[in-house]
């Protein structure tokens, strides 16, 4: 399959630094965000609270929030740049894709049959690191995967992978780079495919989009793009390997990373949750 993605390595949590003030049967979150709508100010040398008229003050607030989008589509815009330009991105795509021959119409057998080999190859790799440090597959497949052998194995020894090895590696990558970014791994059963997501509010549905921030980013490294969450609405189709919606059928898996040591697993079938695990 395209996918590739190791067996169990799927999942989802929600956690961050205010309590956690609700989740609907979809796992989606909704925190409470405080707003401060006065201004302080010093006349003749003492402190007074300036009152703004309800009028002025929506404007003020309205033209705050524009200004706040704008800076946060500049910023979102020059990380889409940057994972572009990577040297990371460039060599993912660089790889030879069994499935990107297929869809071509070129020759894969060979192609195939070494990513058959190197998966089974990491495969035992995470069984050694599941056995040895006693640790769940999970953990020990997103140790793996996050490690420099994985690399090697990758660009130096096989130089071979689809969608499902490539997201493997740009997961960590993001969450190295983008700290202060959720990132997630999407994997959806038909059309058997996996990429990434970057920055997406919690509290929106994984399957409608449209509703996502606007400053959130869809990467993927098997297709050699990167979109912004406009870019993707206007690809989120089946016959593009995507097809993100409320209609959307068979098994869903998502991974998110939240930081270097909280990983959650998430397990769809069409829009019923499955199955949920946390590692922390």
């Known amino acids: 399959d395209s996918a590739g993605a190791v067996d169990g390595l799927n999942l989802y949590v929600y956690v961050g630094n205010n309590p956690l ?26 402190n007074n609270i300036v009152a703004i008229k309800l009028d002025v003050g929506e404007y003020a607030k309205a033209e705050e929030s524009a200004l706040s989008l704008d800076l946060k589509m500049e910023r979102i815009k020059a990380i889409q740049q940057e994972i572009l ?54 953990r020990a497949a997103m140790y793996f995967t996050a490690s420099d052998e994985f690399k090697d194995m990758l660009f130096e020894q096989y130089k071979v992978g689809n969608c499902g090895e490539s997201t493997d590696v740009m997961i960590g990558e993001l969450n190295k780079n983008y700290p202060k970014m959720i990132v997630e791994n999407v994997s ?18 994984i399957f409608n989009p449209e509703k996502w921030n606007d400053d959130s980013l869809v990467i993927d490294p098997w297709q050699r793009t990167v979109y912004t969450k406009q870019e993707f609405l206007l690809v989120n189709s089946l016959a593009n390997f995507y097809g993100l919606n409320d209609h959307i059928q068979g098994e869903t898996e998502i991974t998110v990373q939240h930081n270097e040591s909280v990983i959650s697993f998430l397990s769809f079938y069409e829009l019923k949750l499955e199955e949920e695990e946390s590692i922390f």
Do not use: M, W
């Open 21 to 46: 003030k609700y989740r609907d049967p979809t796992g989606h979150v909704k925190t409470k965000i405080e707003q401060e709508n006065a201004e302080e100010g010093a006349v003749g040398g003492i």
């Open 85 to 138: 330009q990577s040297d990371i991105f460039k060599k993912l795509g660089e790889l030879e894709s069994s499935t990107r021959l297929h869809f071509e119409g070129r020759p894969y057998e060979d192609v195939n049959y070494k990513i058959n080999v190197l998966r089974s190859d990491v495969n035992n790799r995470i069984a050694d690191i599941e056995k040895t440090h006693g640790v769940s597959r999970n």
């Open 188 to 205: 959806i059963d038909k059309p058997d495919h996996v990429f990434s997501v970057l920055n997406r509010d919690q509290s929106t549905s």
